[in-house]
C-alpha cells in the first residue's frame, strides 16, 4: 500500500477536499503553524476568580510581548504567541501581583494559573517549578530558546544540525547530516510556519546558525498534519526579530586548523517596522569531515551567511514579514591518505579491505584539485492577519535558488597514478523553487482548528560531463573520445493540504488530522510521474497526574523522493552511461508509524521522559551519499522497519546550575532495493534478508550541564555513540566514541567596549573516531580532533549583559 | 569573581600546552598497503584480480551503496 489514492488523483478532487476542509475550520476558530496558544486564570488567595487584571506577556527578554484584561470567570487567552519561553505576569489594585514561566510550543496549550494575594492574606507561598512542567503534546517535542542555546560550546556560532544532534532519538553524521529515529536525513527545517525546500545535502540546515534563531521546536515524531512530506523529523524555527531596544554583536572566532570567523548581527526597532540582519564569514583548512584524522589533505573551505528579517506592524490585527537568507559554501574535495595507487610492477597486487571487510575507497591522485561550491538564497514574504479570538490566516510566498557544482579536475584525478579506466564527472545543478503556504488557525471553546495548504514547484537542471582515462598512455589523462556530457532537466509540482483539530477537555487532549500530498514529476524526456498519499494521524495525551502525562499517537506519514537528487549518483560515478536518461524509477515512502510516552516531573527539579516508537514502511526510502562530497541520490527497499526506545530527564538544581539528558536505542532495516538498482551489484539486487541500515547507531546518549554565575558561564557536554554501522552488509558498527565538548565565557561589563571572551574546546579528551568507515560509494569520514576556539565579541549595544557571547 | 577569572585563566593555560591538534605526523588511520589477489575469488569480490587491459569496466567503483 505504498500510495494510498489513485497516482491519478486530480485537482479538482484535491480542492474539493480543501474547500470542504476549510470550510468547517472557519465556521469555528484559530493559529499559524509556528504560532502557540495561551490559556490561564487569575485568582486570589482564596482562589476566587479576579476579573480585570492587567495580564501581560513578556518576552524572556522581559520585552512586552501582549496584554490583557482578564474576563469576568478571571480567564485570559494569548493566540498566535510565537514559539519561546515567557513570563506571564498579573496585575490588580489592592492585590499583590503574580507571574509564572511558560513555554509555548505548536503542539500543546500553555497552561497558566496566576494568583494575585491580598496584603493581608494570612499565606500565599507559589513556588515556580525549576523545570518546565510535562508536555501535553501527543508525539515528541521538545523546545530550546536562543537563552539555552547561546551557552552550548561555540556559542551563537553553533549550526542548527549541531543542536538537533543533542536531543534524544538523533544521530550524527559528517557533514552535519543528522539522523531521526533511524531515517536517513527526512527532516523538515521550517522558518517562522514556511516549509523549506530541499537543499543540496543539508546546506540550508547547516547555514542556520543560533545566532538567527529566537527560539526552535524539534519534533522526532508523532507529527501533527500540519507537518508533511516528512518522515522523521521537523525543526520549527521561530527566527529573530527586532527587539524594542536595540541589540547588536560584532564578534571574531579563531582557532584551530587555522579557523577565522568574522561575525556580526544587529536588530532594532523604529516604530511600527523593525529589523534583524546578521552575517558571518568561516574560513578553516578543514572544511569537510575528511577520510582520516591526520595527515588532513585537500580540505580548505570557506563559507558565507547573511540573513535578513523585516517586520511591518501595519495594525493590531495584520502583520507583515520579509526574510531572507543567503549560503555560499566552497570546499576542496579531501584527499584519502591512506589510499594507494596501484603498482604497474606488480600487476596482480591490489588494494586491500579493511577489519570490517569493506572495499578499499576509490583512489584519487595527491594532486587532485576537486571542489565543491554552493549557492542557496532563500526569501520569503508573510502576511499574517488576525481575526481576533476568532482566528488567524498566514499567507506565505517564497522563492529559492539553489546551485552547486562539483568539479572533478580530471586532468588529474585520471593521471598516471589513477586507476586504469577511472572515470571522472564535473557535475553542476541549478534548482528553482518557488511555492508558498497558506494556513489558518481558530479557537473554538475546547477545540483548535489548523488547515492550509501547500504548494511548490522545481524546475531544475544538471548539467553533467564525464571523462574517462586514457590508459593508452603512460602518462594517462583524459581519453576525449570517451569524453560525453549532457542535461538532465527535471521539473516537480509538489502539493500539500490538511487539516487537524486539536481537542482539549480537561486532563485528555486529542489531536486528529488527516492530510493530502501529491507530487507530480516531468523528466527531460517527457516521461511523467505522480505519487500521492493520503494520511491521516491521530494522537491522544493523558494527564494521568497533575505532573505526569501519558501520550499516544498513530499515524501514516509519506514522504516523496526528492527528484533533482535522482541522477546525482549515476552522473558522478558513472554508472549510467552519459547518453542515457538516467531511470527515474525511485518511490515515495509510506510508514506506519506510532509512538507511545510518559513525561513526568518527578521533583519540582527534575523531569524524566521515557518514549517508545516504531515503525513500518513500504517502498523504504534510504539516500546514499557521495564520496566525501555533499551530494545524496535515493532509492527505495521494499520494506523497512524499525523501533527504539529514548529517556531523557531535565535537570534545574539552582537558578544558575541546570542539565539535561538523554539516552537512546534503536535499530531500523530494510528488506529488498526496489529502485535506483544501477547503484548495486547483482547479489545485493538479489538479496530478500533484512539488512540494517548504515546510519543506524545502536546507542546514543547525551548530558550537558551549564553553570551561570553573574556575567561567567560555563558548559560542558558529553556525547557517546556505539558507532554507525558499515561493512559489506553493515552487520557491523564503527568503533564507539566519547566526546567532551565545553565552554567557558565571561562579560567584561566594567571594561571599555564591554567585550565578552568565551574560549571552546571541542572533543576535549582527543577522541580519534570515526563518524563513518566507508563502504562502496560513500566515503570515511572522521570526526575533528581536539580543537579550541577563542571568541571575542563587542556588543553594539547597552542591552543588559547576558554573560556569554 | 575572582574564582572565575582564576579558572579561565587556568582554562586558557590548558588549551596553550595542549593547543588544537594532535599532529604527530604519522596517518591516522594507517596507510594501506597493497595485497596480493585471489585468483579464485569471484568477480564483484574487492580481491579479484584485475581483469585484463581490454576488459572495459574493470575499474568502475564498487557497485556497493552503501546502505
Known amino acids: 500500500m505504498p500510495n494510498i489514492l489513485s497516482p491519478h488523483l486530480t485537482w479538482v478532487r484535491m480542492m474539493i477536499l480543501l474547500v470542504i476542509a476549510t470550510s468547517w475550520a472557519t465556521a469555528r476558530p484559530a493559529f499559524a503553524t509556528v504560532d502557540g496558544l495561551i490559556r490561564g486564570t487569575v485568582s486570589d488567595d482564596l482562589i476566587q476568580p479576579i476579573p480585570g487584571a492587567t495580564v501581560t506577556l513578556r518576552s524572556s527578554r522581559g520585552e512586552v510581548v501582549r496584554q490583557e484584561q482578564s474576563g469576568a470567570d478571571g480567564s485570559f487567552t494569548f493566540t498566535g504567541v510565537p514559539l519561546g519561553e515567557y513570563v506571564v505576569d498579573a496585575k490588580v489594585a489592592g492585590h499583590l501581583p503574580g507571574h509564572q514561566h511558560l513555554r509555548v510550543g505548536s503542539a500543546e496549550v500553555a497552561t497558566a494559573e496566576l494568583y494575585c494575594a491580598r496584603p493581608d492574606a494570612r499565606a500565599i507561598i507559589v513556588e515556580e517549578a525549576g523545570v518546565a512542567v510535562p508536555s501535553r503534546a501527543a508525539g515528541s517535542v521538545s523546545t530550546l530558546t536562543r537563552e539555552a542555546l547561546k551557552v552550548l560550546p561555540k556559542g551563537e556560532d553553533l549550526a542548527i544540525t549541531e543542536v538537533v544532534s543533542t536531543q534524544a532519538g538523533f544521530v550524527q553524521d559528517a557533514f552535519g547530516n543528522v539522523y531521526a529515529r533511524g531515517n536517513h536525513a527526512n527532516v523538515q527545517y521550517q522558518i517562522d510556519g514556511i516549509p523549506i525546500p530541499d537543499s543540496v545535502g543539508n546546506l540550508f540546515a547547516q547555514a542556520i546558525p543560533v545566532r538567527l534563531i529566537d527560539s526552535v521546536e524539534i519534533l522526532t515524531g508523532g507529527l501533527p498534519a500540519e507537518f508533511g512530506n516528512r518522515l522523521a523529523a521537523v525543526v520549527n524555527i521561530a527566527s529573530r526579530s527586532g527587539g524594542a531596544a536595540p541589540d547588536g554583536l560584532v564578534q571574531l572566532r579563531y582557532g584551530s586548523f587555522q579557523t577565522v570567523e568574522p561575525s556580526a548581527y544587529y536588530s532594532r526597532s523604529l516604530g511600527r517596522f523593525s529589523f534583524f540582519i546578521g552575517g558571518s564569514y568561516l574560513q578553516s583548512q578543514r572544511a569537510l569531515d575528511p577520510p582520516a584524522i591526520t595527515p588532513i589533505l585537500h580540505d580548505d573551505g570557506s563559507s558565507g551567511r547573511a540573513f535578513f528579517r523585516a517586520d511591518w506592524r501595519h495594525s493590531d490585527s495584520d502583520r507583515f514579514e520579509l526574510f531572507a537568507s543567503y549560503a555560499h559554501n566552497f570546499f576542496q574535495i579531501p584527499i584519502d591518505p591512506t589510499s594507494v595507487p596501484l603498482d604497474p610492477l606488480r600487476p596482480n597486487f591490489v588494494r586491500p579491505v579493511d577489519a570490517f571487510g569493506n572495499s578499499a575507497a576509490s583512489f584519487f591522485p595527491a594532486d587532485t584539485d576537486a571542489t565543491e561550491t554552493e549557492n542557496e538564497l532563500f526569501a520569503a514574504a508573510s502576511w499574517v492577519h488576525s481575526f481576533g479570538q476568532r482566528g488567524r490566516l498566514q499567507i506565505a510566498p517564497y522563492y529559492k535558488l539553489s546551485i552547486g557544482a562539483l568539479s572533478a579536475d580530471a586532468p588529474h584525478a585520471l593521471g598516471a597514478t589513477a586507476d586504469p579506466g577511472s572515470i571522472a564527472s564535473d557535475v553542476s545543478r541549478r534548482a528553482d523553487h518557488i511555492g508558498g503556504v497558506v494556513q489558518y488557525s481558530a479557537l473554538s471553546g475546547k477545540h483548535q482548528l489548523k488547515t492550509g495548504f501547500q504548494i511548490d514547484y522545481l524546475l531544475s537542471a544538471t548539467d553533467f560531463t564525464q571523462y574517462v582515462r586514457n590508459d593508452a598512455g603512460a602518462q594517462g589523462g583524459i581519453d576525449p573520445d570517451k569524453t560525453a556530457g549532457g542535461t538532465d532537466r527535471t521539473g516537480a509540482l509538489l502539493f500539500g493540504a490538511y487539516v487537524q483539530d486539536r481537542w482539549d477537555y480537561g486532563r485528555i487532549s486529542i489531536n486528529l488530522g488527516v492530510r493530502v500530498d501529491e507530487q507530480h514529476v516531468t523528466l527531460t524526456s517527457g516521461e511523467t510521474s505522480d505519487q500521492a498519499s493520503l494520511s491521516p494521524r491521530i494522537g491522544a495525551s493523558l494527564a494521568l497526574l497533575n505532573d505526569l502525562v501519558g501520550r499516544l499517537f498513530f499515524g501514516l506519514n509519506w514522504q516523496p523522493p526528492s527528484p533533482l537528487d535522482a541522477a546525482n549518483a549515476a552522473r558522478l560515478l558513472g554508472v549510467v552511461p552519459a547518453t542515457m536518461q538516467v531511470p527515474y524509477d525511485v518511490l515515495p515512502e509510506t510508514a506506519l508509524y506510532g509512538e507511545a510516552g510518559l513525561d513526568g516531573r518527578i521533583v519540582k527539579r527534575l523531569r524524566l521522559g521515557l518514549t517508545g516508537w516504531g515503525r513500518y514502511a513500504f517502498n523504504q526510502l534510504d539516500d546514499v551519499a557521495i564520496g566525501s562530497t555533499n551530494l545524496i541520490a535515493n532509492y527505495n527497499f521494499q520494506r523497512g522497519r524499525a523501533v527504539g526506545v529514548e529517556g531523557k530527564l531535565e535537570l534545574a538544581l539552582s537558578r544558575g546550575l541546570s542539565a539535561f539528558g538523554n539516552v537512546s536505542w534503536e535499530i531500523a532495516q530494510g528488506q529488498g532495493i526496489a529502485s535506483a538498482k544501477y547503484l548495486f551489484a547483482d547479489d545485493q539486487l538479489a538479496s530478500q534478508e533484512w539488512q540494517t541500515l548504515d546510519h543506524v547507531q545502536t546507542w546514543t546518549a547525551n548530558l550537558g550541564a551549564t553553570v551561570q554565575h553573574g556575567p561567567a558561564s560555563f558548559t560542558a557536554l558529553v556525547a557517546y555513540g556505539s558507532g554507525l554501522r558499515t561493512g559489506p552488509d553493515n552487520s557491523q558498527s564503527v568503533p564507539q566514541h566519547v566526546r567532551v565538548d565545553a565552554t567557558l565565557s565571561y562579560a567584561f561589563d566594567t571594561l571599555p567596549l564591554r567585550p565578552r571572551v568565551a574560549i571552546d574546546i571541542i572533543n576535549l579528551l582527543d577522541a580519534h573516531y570515526a563518524y563513518r568507515i566507508g563502504n562502496g560509494f560513500v566515503g570515511s569520514s572522521y570526526a575533528a580532533p581536539r580543537s579550541v576556539f577563542l571568541r571575542i565579541a563587542v556588543p553594539l549595544s547597552r542591552a543588559p549583559a547576558g554573560g556569554t557571547t | ?67
Open chain 2, 1 to 67: 569573581m575572582t574564582r572565575i577569572a582564576a579558572c579561565l585563566a587556568g582554562l586558557l593555560l590548558l588549551c596553550g600546552l595542549g593547543f588544537c591538534t594532535r599532529e604527530d605526523g604519522l596517518p591516522d588511520p594507517p596507510r594501506q598497503e597493497l595485497v596480493p589477489c585471489r585468483a579464485d575469488a569471484a568477480s564483484d569480490d574487492p580481491l579479484a584480480c584485475p581483469a585484463a587491459p581490454d576488459d572495459s569496466g574493470a575499474a568502475r567503483p564498487a557497485a556497493d551503496a552503501g546502505m
